[in-house]
């Protein structure tokens, strides 16, 4: 979108990005005091509470998807665009009690990267390494480069600064804090975001009644009303596999199954997933309502921030750059200390430096989240607009690792190579998929396979797995 | 003879372009197929020309509804029901544009519900699992 179809003025959106950056690497540096191990840099000492456990699971699954993609869903797909979005709700759902599980297996444990060399082995981990920085890697540069394309839509920040700057204050806070600084401002930005949307959704529906919207929709849009949409049916399992296999594998969900106070992080999750799910609703409400306001969408990526601003004013302008900003450094942050975490504990701790004392390793986390951030800055610099389509091969990747996880963690015949198996297949099946059949089958075929593959292991080749094995590692 | 043929040239070479400036017309491709009943139109026209954007189910515009009108150069259309549609643009001075086709061609509603079941049995699957597990692990 050109600048001069911004929302904002330039001057507004710098001045509003000068504040917030301030704010989030202020209060990074204040957090970040209490840190003086890797433990703490990574975990919060294990000791976070309930009403900060649940807004940074919340916040953290809160991207600027959510603000910006499921608007684009429910005026691509529909009601049941919009409700496929709500389903990525069920990965935190999901999660709650395998929170609790990994805690009571693992209650020393690091990372997901532990968990998967002391159940499956070396080689099992070695894939799960390659699949899990692929899909890490490709989210972070794919929130990066949609931080500079939105602060471009909205105010008309040039591409390179509103990338670099969102970047370079996520790193900044992130290095200072670790996962204190995270669930601190993954707090405040999670009040910020709820409230945003919230007020977005009444304001529409002040200006416009549901009759309105229905007897719109109906007339110009029909399909987007269909109960047999065949593309929205499609995405729901799609949509709801990929999101399962996004939380169950990655560090970012299991750096907070460790760092939350024990008995905390399956109500934790629970609330997350309840505060989480109506959001895409509410946001894809807003883009259903587009046609009957008379909001003409020239790109349906920017259908939210344009009906926002047209029932707001310059007041919804403000609220929705600060929304996506908070949304965009939520998720960021957490990407940065989770890969770091994992980098330094997974290749770092047990490959490079197997000796090396916990202040060396809070050392090496924060050269690390340096290097993710200097990295990801040099990836979207050039602006591919193609390379953010390369986060959707990596459905497949982490659908793929669904089964191995879940039957991992319940299942003591559950085996290497079952999971082995399930990784490489699943994987490669669902990617042939994508390319020969479309992307809307991809993640649910290499889930399928998956699954095929552990359950005939399990059934005709089982292993008879000590759980205590799991915590021989977090020595 | 050469000054009259290279003139000649000139005045066919300009003629047709002076009228392609001042007339909008479609950067969207015509008679493309789409399986999602949606896409992005976009157009080109004379620099801050006022835009009608006109939609029918007829090609002989039968039936025409105003979708857009303004100074812009793109529209996002969605939720377009199975059937070709037809589009034209028009400027302030009545210029129109060629109509553009659109053919919505959805996909097979067999094939979504066959790969629903299949995404319901593997999630449920998966459930089962998750909450077998956890009961057995208390």
Redesign the interface.
């Known amino acids: 979108m050109p600048d001069e179809q911004a929302v904002l003025n330039p001057t507004t959106g710098w001045i509003l990005l000068a504040i917030f950056s301030v704010l989030w690497i202020g209060l990074g540096v204040y957090w970040g005091r209490k840190n003086k191990s890797f433990e703490d840099h990574a975990l919060a000492g294990r000791n976070v509470g309930l009403a900060l456990a649940s807004a940074t699971a919340a916040a953290t699954w809160i991207t600027s998807n959510t603000t910006m993609l499921a608007p684009q869903f429910a005026l691509q797909l529909g009601i049941w665009g919009m409700l496929a979005y709500s389903t990525a709700s069920f990965g935190l759902f999901l999660f709650a009690p395998i929170a609790k599980r990994i805690r009571k297996l693992m209650p020393n444990g690091y990372t997901s990267g532990d968990f998967m060399r002391l159940r499956y082995g070396r080689v099992a981990w070695g894939i799960f390494l390659v699949f899990t920085l692929f899909y890490s890697l490709t989210w972070l540069v794919s929130m990066a480069m949609a931080g500079g394309i939105v602060l471009n839509a909205l105010a008309g920040i040039p591409y390179v600064y509103g990338m670099s700057v969102i970047l370079a204050v996520c790193v900044l806070y992130t290095m200072r804090g670790g996962l204190y600084a995270v669930i601190g401002t993954d707090f405040i930005q999670s009040v910020i975001i709820i409230v945003g949307i919230v007020i977005a959704g009444f304001a529409v529906l002040s200006k416009v009644s549901m009759a309105e919207i229905h007897t719109n929709l109906t007339a110009n849009s029909p399909a987007l009303l269909d109960v047999l949409f065949p593309a929205a049916l499609i995405a729901i399992f799609n949509n709801l596999l990929f999101g399962l296999g996004e939380v169950f594998h990655n560090n970012v969900w299991w750096s907070r199954a460790f760092a939350f106070r024990e008995g905390v992080g399956q109500r934790a999750f629970i609330i997350a997933g309840l505060v989480w799910f109506p959001i895409p609703i509410a946001a894809g409400f807003v883009a259903l309502a587009s046609g009957a306001l008379g909001v003409a969408v020239p790109s349906a990526d920017m259908v939210g921030p344009l009906v926002i601003a047209n029932v707001l004013g310059s007041v919804g302008a403000i609220a929705i750059f600060i929304v996506v900003f908070c949304s965009l450094a939520s998720s960021i942050d957490s990407l940065l200390a989770a890969t770091s975490d994992l980098i330094t504990e997974d290749i770092y701790r047990r490959i490079a430096r197997p000796t090396a004392k916990p202040a060396e390793l809070k050392n090496a986390a924060q050269m690390i989240t340096l290097a993710l951030g200097i990295g990801a800055w040099a990836v979207c610099l050039p602006r591919i607009g193609t390379l953010a389509s390369v986060l959707f091969f990596a459905g497949p990747l982490v659908a793929s690792m669904i089964w191995p996880i879940v039957t991992g963690l319940y299942w003591k015949r559950a085996s290497r190579l079952g999971a082995i198996s399930a990784m490489v297949l699943g994987s490669g099946i669902g990617l042939w998929s994508y390319f020969s059949i479309g992307w809307y089958v991809a993640s649910l075929i290499a889930a399928m396979v998956s699954m095929v593959c552990v359950l005939l292991f399990a059934a005709f080749k089982p292993e008879e797995f000590q759980w205590q094995e799991l915590q021989e590692g977090d020595q | 003879m050469r000054h009259r043929l290279a003139a000649l040239l000139l005045l066919a070479a300009s003629t047709p372009l002076n009228s392609i400036a001042s007339v909008p017309s479609f950067k969207t491709e015509d008679l493309q197929s789409i399986?999602?009943?949606?896409l992005?139109l976009q157009w080109e026209a004379e620099e801050g020309a006022d835009i009608t954007l006109q939609r029918s189910r007829n090609a002989d515009f039968s039936d025409p509804?105003t979708?857009?009108q303004?100074k812009?150069?793109?529209?996002?259309?969605?939720?377009?029901?199975e059937g070709d549609v037809y589009f034209r643009l028009e400027d302030s001075a009545a210029n129109a544009s060629d109509i553009l086709t659109i053919k919505v061609r959805?996909?097979?509603?067999k094939?979504?519900?066959y790969?629903?079941l299949?995404?319901?049995l593997?999630?449920l699957?998966?459930?089962f699992?998750?909450?077998?597990?956890?009961r057995?692990?208390r």
């Open positions: 399986d999602a009943g949606y992005q509804v979708v857009y303004g812009g150069r793109a529209l996002f259309v969605s939720g377009l029901a959805h996909q097979s509603l094939r979504a519900l790969l629903m299949l995404g319901g593997t999630t699957a998966t459930i699992v998750i909450i077998k597990g956890a057995n692990a």
